[in-house]
């Protein structure tokens, strides 16, 4: 059963096809990051834009340099840290020691009113 819909095979909104009717690209130039895992990028960019020093791999997500003997290193990665944990970075235990006593007393000044 062959149909007669004539933009079959093409996606909604499609524009018409070919260099003539698009007009002609702006001159590109492609440049290639490599990442530390070895992987290559070949992003292209125009003639007249800035070209990056870092480039995220699409592979591994690593940042890529234009060096390939000297890719830039991996970022470290925090673990993640409960809320807790930064308490006790910003606060010795003496110092909770005393903010806790202070609570409890105000909280059993509540009771007695």
Known sequence: ??????????RVGA??????ERGESAPRRRVSY???????????F??????????DCPRCGLPGGQDEQNPPEAPRVEPYKTHLAYVKERRSDADGE?????ALERLRQRREV
Not at 2 to 10: D, E
Not at 46 to 55: F, K, L
């Open 1 to 10: 059963m062959v149909g007669g819909n004539a933009i079959r095979g093409t």
């Open 15 to 20: 524009g018409p096809s070919g260099e003539s």
């Open 34 to 44: 490599w990442c530390a895992n070895g992987h290559e990028a070949r992003p292209s």
């Open 46 to 55: 125009s003639m007249d834009a800035e070209i990056p020093d870092e480039w």
């Open 98 to 102: 005393a903010i806790l006593a202070d």
